[in-house]
């Protein structure tokens, strides 16, 4: 199974809005909606942000947000702030009890 | 609340095992699977398999079959990974992560930095 394919880096000003893309297959991220996405900082374990490709549990800023279409999963953040400098990345069921993360992207806040 | 607790770091020598666990509060342990995780130096995050938690069967990735072991005690609600005959190359922080409604992983637990160097 091939890592999902993300953006290495994605950078924005405070305020702007970016969005990270992941990019699967047919028998991945395009078979379902089982994405979900992860912060994290460094030296920190992962966090979830984002789970069933849209979907945000409550301790989660609204700011951010998923949507899915086809084979590519995308997360969104908008109102960047200061403390979203972080790596993110995406997580899809990729079919018999098994999983593929992302490559990872780092945000940088400038 | 739900918290996952990982071992300390260890530090070992090419050839040896280890063992990590992780023990996991807050929630009934057994109807959550447990998934683990490795990071190497630098790198992203690579999914090495999964273990039920009421059967014991485990799942493992491509390339994490052979060398790589999940298993539990359930009387102490805790998850183990054990890496036997160990090369530089596993070198890594190793996180446990449970499983959630089978499709995301929340929470993590702190992680596990392994080191092997002679």
């Known amino acids: 199974q091939s890592a999902l394919t993300q953006p290495a880096s994605v950078s924005g000003s405070p305020g702007q809005s970016i969005t990270i893309s992941c990019t699967g297959t047919?028998?991945?991220?395009?078979?379902?909606?089982?994405v979900s996405w992860y912060q994290q900082y460094p030296g920190k374990a992962p966090k979830l942000m984002i789970y069933e490709a849209t979907k945000r549990p409550s301790r989660v800023s609204n700011r951010f947000s998923g949507s899915k279409s086809g084979n590519t999963a995308s997360l969104t953040i908008s109102g960047l702030q200061a403390e979203d400098e972080a790596d993110y990345y995406c997580?899809?069921?990729?079919?018999?009890?098994?999983?593929?993360f992302g490559g990872g992207t780092k945000l940088t806040v400038l | 609340q739900v918290q996952l607790v990982q071992s300390g770091s260890e530090l070992k020598k090419p050839g040896a095992s280890v063992k990590v666990s992780c023990k996991a509060s807050g929630y009934t342990f057994t109807h959550y699977a447990m998934n683990w995780v490795r990071q190497a130096p630098g790198q992203g995050l690579e999914w090495m398999g999964w273990i039920n938690t009421n059967t014991g069967n485990p799942t493992y990735a491509q390339g994490f079959t052979g060398r790589f072991a999940f298993f539990l005690d359930t009387s102490v609600s805790t998850a183990y990974l054990q890496i036997s005959s160990l090369e530089a190359e596993d070198t890594a922080v190793y996180y446990c992560a449970r499983d959630v409604a089978g499709n995301w992983f929340d929470p993590w637990g702190q992680g596990t930095l392994v080191t092997v160097s002679s």
């Open positions: 047919s028998s991945d991220i395009g078979s379902h909606n089982l």
């Open positions: 997580c899809s069921y990729a079919g018999s009890t098994t999983f593929v």
